[in-house]
Nanobody, 124 residues
């Protein structure tokens, strides 16, 4: 099993920045890739960004490209999401996910483990 714990969410004004972190523990040697998804009220959960467990192969959904950066800290077994130039439409619960079989994927079903989520609210 792999446990994921997110941190770093909060309330920020439009144009501001936040940094989310996801700490992985347990059988981390089984992880191939990690990702961030988000779910806004009344909407489906959507892909935000993904990265391979070795820190390569980052990919993003188009609305966040150029504003968000996903990165991996090998020493700390964490994956971070730096979010800049935040917009009100970025408001959502953000979830960290880990896959034991896929390097990077945009599909939620490819991920085996999920964190509890952290709220990000962007005020306009």
């Amino acid at each position: 099993q792999v446990q994921l714990v997110e941190s770093g969410g909060g309330l920020v004004q439009a144009g501001g920045s936040l940094r989310l972190s996801c700490a992985a523990s347990g059988r981390t040697f089984s992880i191939h890739g990690m990702a961030w998804f988000r779910q806004a009220p009344g909407k489906e959960r959507e892909f935000v960004a993904a990265i391979g467990w070795n820190g390569s192969g980052a990919r993003y959904t188009e609305p966040v490209t150029g504003r968000f950066t996903i990165s991996r800290d090998n020493a700390k077994n964490t994956v971070s999401l730096q979010m800049n130039s935040l917009k009100s439409e970025d408001t959502a619960v953000y979830y960290c996910a880990a896959s034991g079989k896929i390097w990077t994927s945009r599909t939620a079903g490819d991920y085996d483990y999920w964190g509890q989520g952290t709220q990000v609210t962007v005020s306009s």
